[in-house]
């Protein structure tokens, strides 16, 4: 199986911090952002692992994790913010029909996820998503499920009945770059994840784990704050 971090974005959540800096660059306590994500993949058992990110961050990039990290980077460009569904369908030379993992930069999973991958290289069709109880499903993607199944996804409700959100990673076949072909950007103009996991949904094929260890979304103030905090915790 092969990696994908997206590490786009202009992360306005965290302005004035990203005025000037990309987000992935930003402390998690004594570490990089991104550094997670990529231990992640690591502990998982990927070693082949594929950076995305604007031209004006992708040579930092380059220089960091090269210097700290024992795995096989490669790295691509994407020259506008079109959405996570757009960042992944740029991966698809780099995974060459195998199998594979998808997180974004600024997720923090304190966990080890290698069962889970371990049990997608098994399967042949669908997709795998991760799912976390929130407090404010409101700001997330939130899936609904009935038992074994998903039976809905919506990106960002208003009013959700379900605090499942899908936490930003995700498992593919190589199948899901067929379905990014055919999508429409959304009103926002993106080419939404969501909406690929809506195909996946609608096919019957898209399974999911419930995440067990600490998860938290840094892209925001609080976020940040907290993954902090958790990352210190686990090295004092």
């Known amino acids: 199986m092969k990696g994908v971090v997206l590490a786009g974005g202009s992360g306005t959540r ?4 990203t005025r000037v800096v990309n987000k992935h660059i930003l402390p998690i306590y004594d570490e990089p952002m991104i550094y997670y994500p990529v231990k992640t993949l690591l502990d998982a058992g990927i070693e ?3 950076v995305i990110s604007n031209a004006e961050h992708i040579g930092k990039y380059m220089e960091l ?5 024992d795995a096989n980077f490669s790295y691509k460009v994407q020259s506008e913010p079109k959405g996570i569904a757009h960042g992944v369908s740029l991966a698809e030379e780099f995974v060459d029909g195998e199998d594979f993992a998808v997180i974004l930069g600024d ?11 371990k049990q997608f290289e098994e399967t042949e069709e669908g997709a795998k998503i991760f799912l976390k109880q929130v407090d404010e499903p409101a700001a997330y993607g939130i899936a609904w499920v009935d038992g074994e199944e998903v039976t809905k ?12 959100a899908v936490i930003g990673l995700y498992l593919y076949h190589a199948d899901v ?5 055919d999508l429409t950007p959304s009103d926002r103009g993106e080419y939404e994840i969501t909406d690929v996991n809506k ?10 784990e419930e995440v067990q260890g600490r998860w938290f979304d840094s892209g925001t103030p ?3 704050f907290q993954a902090s905090k958790a990352a210190r915790d686990r090295k004092t």
């Not at 994790?65 to 990290?69: G, Q, W």
């Not at 997720?107 to 069962?115: A, F, K």
């Not at 996804?153 to 499942?164: A, F, L, N």
């Not at 770059?177 to 072909?181: A, G, P, Q, R, S």
């Open 199 to 208: 195909r996946y949904v609608d096919e019957g094929t898209l399974g999911f």
């Open 153 to 164: 996804i919506e990106e960002k409700p208003d009013h959700p009945d379900s605090d499942h």
């Open 14 to 17: 965290l302005r004035p911090l």
């Open 107 to 117: 997720n923090i999973l304190l966990g080890d996820l290698s069962e889970e991958v």
């Open 177 to 181: 770059f067929e379905k990014i072909e």
């Open 65 to 69: 994790l090269e210097l700290d990290f």
């Open 222 to 224: 609080e976020g940040l």
């Open 48 to 50: 082949d692992i594929l």
